[in-house]
């Protein structure tokens, strides 16, 4: 059986595999350019990046399975950045408040002789109103600080969401469902 390389240095994806028994044989984030490209959708981006993180590592490892992924939130077409500041995380909080917007995450499954095996899932999300108290925690709470959108589910910020309509993991950074189902698709089985 090929070795299973994760191209990502997310611990919430390795935390998400360990959930279902998926245990990768290496870890290899990938460096690509995550940059949207001109009038890029959300959806159709997520896919890009996960795809080109796992064609990244597989040139490395040809003999592997490589797993890549990647998480959007989109607000209408528009991407939401990784926050990396207070004041970028703040206009996130402030734009998805008492509204629902989407969260894409792309898998792709890079395998041996080229093969690519892919998913893209969908998730609606709605947040209840925040007040300029409950953006002002929660941007002191630093969980904001490198996740797309501006927040993680799997945090304080749960409690400030009303529904989910869709993949609760997915939103969190990995869709497990659609992930095993590409691993078997493969061959791949737990040791």
């Not at 981006?45 to 040139?59: D, F, P, Q």
Request: aromatic fraction near 4%.
């Amino acid at each position: 059986m090929p070795r299973l390389i994760l191209a990502s240095q997310s611990p919430r994806r390795r935390d998400l595999l360990a959930m279902i028994g998926v245990v990768p044989d290496s870890i290899e984030p990938a460096n690509i350019d995550e940059t949207p490209m001109q009038g890029e959708l959300p959806g159709p981006h997520a896919a890009r990046l996960a795809r080109g993180k796992a064609m990244a590592v597989s040139v490395t490892a040809p003999e592997a399975l490589v797993l890549g992924s990647d998480t959007v939130v989109g607000v209408g077409r528009r991407i939401l950045p990784k926050t990396e500041d207070a004041a970028t995380a703040r206009e996130c909080l402030e734009l998805i408040s008492g509204r629902s917007h989407r969260v894409y995450t792309g898998v792709c499954l890079a395998g041996p002789e080229g093969r690519l095996a892919e998913r893209l899932v969908e998730t609606r999300v709605k947040v209840r109103n925040l007040s300029a108290q409950d953006i002002d925690a929660y941007i002191a709470s630093g969980e904001w600080d490198g996740k797309a959108g501006g927040y993680g589910i799997q945090g304080a910020f749960a409690a400030h969401v009303v529904s989910i309509i869709g993949s609760h993991p997915s939103v969190v950074g990995l869709p497990l469902y659609e992930t095993l189902n590409l691993l078997r698709g493969a061959g791949w089985k737990a040791a």
